[in-house]
């Protein structure tokens, strides 16, 4: 077994889903680190946002975690071996209003890493992009979108769930664009 701090981003997430799946405890890679792992590192990430898929009591991920050698400190984990800190945003699964039916999964070194599949990245940047109008949300979704397969149907379908029809065609028109200067 690799060390933690030899351990990439990915490999630490796979380490860490299959240590917390083993103690019933299951969670899902999201948010910037699914980013920077879909856009082939267009975007860096320095934490790993993994959900608690099952709302599982905190204390009983803190175990875990604790024994694993990290330690808990604001709302992060930290661990001495690896400038990368670990949160648990609250659960359910979901993307804006819509819950997380499908869960990615690659195979690394260290465990299997489960993660948002490319469309719910998207979405869940998206999801930033609409509510928050976070623009940075917006060009993350974009970069997502031009390295991998997506179900853009899928997306337009919940972005109108979401009420956000003209924000969905701005993320379509830069997919465009992007795809125009390349």
């Known amino acids: 077994m690799k060390p933690i701090k030899e351990m990439s981003m990915m490999e630490l997430g796979g380490f860490l889903c299959d240590r917390l799946k083993a103690n019933d405890i299951p969670v ?3 948010g910037g680190s699914c980013v920077e792992i879909y856009s082939r590192g267009e975007y860096t990430s ?3 946002d993994l959900i608690n898929q099952y709302n599982t009591q905190f204390k009983k991920i803190k175990k875990v975690m604790d024994e694993l050698g990290f330690r808990e400190k604001d ?3 930290i661990h001495e071996d690896t400038h990368l800190f ?3 945003p609250s659960g359910p699964l979901g993307v ?3 819950p997380v039916t499908e869960i990615a999964e690659i195979d690394t070194e260290a465990g299997v890493l489960r993660l948002l599949t490319p469309t719910d990245c998207i979405k869940d940047r998206l999801a930033a992009y609409y509510h928050w ?3 940075q949300s917006l060009h993350q ?3 997502v979108a031009q390295q ?3 179900d853009l149907k899928n997306i337009e379908t919940w972005s109108k769930k979401e009420r956000a029809e003209d924000k969905f065609k701005n993320f379509v028109q830069m997919l465009n664009e992007s795809k125009d200067n390349s």
């Open 86 to 88: 670990v949160e648990f």
């Open 148 to 150: 991998n397969p997506f």
């Open 133 to 135: 109008k976070d623009e």
């Open 75 to 77: 709302r992060y984990f």
């Open 96 to 98: 804006g209003d819509a």
């Open 28 to 30: 899902v890679l999201s």
């Open 141 to 143: 979704a974009v970069w």
């Open 46 to 48: 320095y934490d790993i």
